[in-house]
């Protein structure tokens, strides 16, 4: 009798442990999500109120014990974790305590401002993108860098980057800070030096390269070279879209007259030389085309009047007018006048 009550007794315990460890009991839909975000500073309790908010867990109670059991409480890692519909205990608690998080990418381009480009890092990671934006407004901090507030978005290059989750602000500005380094190569080190510019003012110019040719990529190392070419020779760059930056109307499809006089360092029809920063955060490819400029004698360039995306190109200033009426005319007719 006494060995039949063991022996229940011990069926009994085996089968609860069987319960609590290695029964399913983890139900993930693809409604649910297949992710679970533990959260920098997260307790067990925190662990606990997402998983039965989010009803991941069939039996908060055994994944309590089981975590207790493995000392989990005691071992929280914040991060990103691809969860199995399925999974037991055992495999959650074990999934959770490795840090085994899944990495996520992070990609942005065509960016004009500061503010869109932390927005869109902030919907990928946790930090927030106030967090993001007082650093790169924080001159001490950029500075350390070797940028100041007006370059500082010089320092991003375009590309899908991968990231854990968790990321902080900090660690953000840090990789991107590694991708600069690995990006400005000893060879566009040398170019840029050719061209008697530095890597920021490169980046600048790309900046504005990009601007005045969104659409034709294969015509950026020309608009490029008349670029350099009205540097060298101390005229004014004379570009829209350094107008439009300083307006902060992104909207605007015709710069006025009246538009080129606003008082402004990025105003290029004011001041000479290149602004104090870019106009936006140009790609790799607008980058390359200003360090492979396209060498040739045009000084002039208008946007043709078919909106095909592509130039006119003149070294002569009458020619120049000559497409520039072309063109507005053109703008009128499609009724474009701001």
């Known amino acids: 009798m006494t060995l039949a009550i ?11 442990l ?26 067990f309790d925190d662990v606990c109120s997402t998983l039965t908010a989010r009803g991941i867990v069939k039996n908060i109670n055994t994944f309590r014990w089981v975590a207790e059991k ?42 004009r401002t500061l503010e869109q480009l932390s927005g869109t890092v902030a919907k ?23 940028f100041n507030t007006f370059e500082v978005m010089s320092m991003f290059l375009p590309n899908t980057y991968e990231f854990y989750w968790n990321t902080s602000a900090e660690e953000f500005f840090e990789r991107m800070a590694q991708e600069y380094k690995k990006f400005w190569n000893e060879t566009r080190i040398q170019k840029a030096r050719s061209m008697n510019l530095s890597q920021t003012e490169v ?49 605007v499809k015709r710069v006025l007259n009246v538009d ?23 790609d790799i490819s607008s980058i390359n085309a200003v360090l492979n400029y396209e060498k040739h004698n045009f000084i002039f ?24 009426q072309r063109y507005r005319n053109e703008l009128n007719k499609r009724k474009i006048y701001r």
Do not use: W
């Open 260 to 282: 080129r006089n606003i008082d402004s360092p990025y105003n290029t029809y004011q001041h000479k030389g290149l602004p104090p920063g870019p106009i936006n955060i140009p």
């Open 6 to 16: 063991l022996l229940v007794s011990a069926l009994y315990t085996g089968y609860d």
């Open 203 to 251: 980046t600048i110019l790309a900046s504005i390269v990009q601007a005045e040719q969104t659409i034709r990529p294969d015509e950026r190392a020309r608009v490029a070279g008349l670029y350099v070419n009205r540097l060298k020779k101390g005229m004014r760059l004379e570009s829209d879209p350094t107008v439009i930056f300083a307006l902060n109307d992104f909207t």
């Open 124 to 146: 990928n990671l946790e930090t927030d993108s106030s967090s993001i934006m007082s650093l790169l407004t924080n001159a001490s901090y950029i500075g350390k860098y070797g």
């Open 18 to 43: 069987y319960q609590k460890v290695l029964h399913n009991n983890v139900v993930v839909s693809e409604d649910q999500g297949q992710y679970l975000y533990v959260s920098t500073g997260s307790d």
């Open 70 to 111: 493995k000392n989990y409480v005691n071992r929280i890692l914040p991060g990103k974790y691809r969860i199995k519909d399925g999974m037991n205990n055992n495999q959650l608690i074990n999934l959770l305590r490795s840090g085994d998080q899944e990495v996520v990418n992070v990609s942005f381009q065509n960016l």
């Open 301 to 324: 360039m208008c946007a043709k009047e078919d909106f095909s995306g592509y130039h006119y190109f003149s070294n002569s200033y009458r020619e120049h007018t000559l497409y520039a």
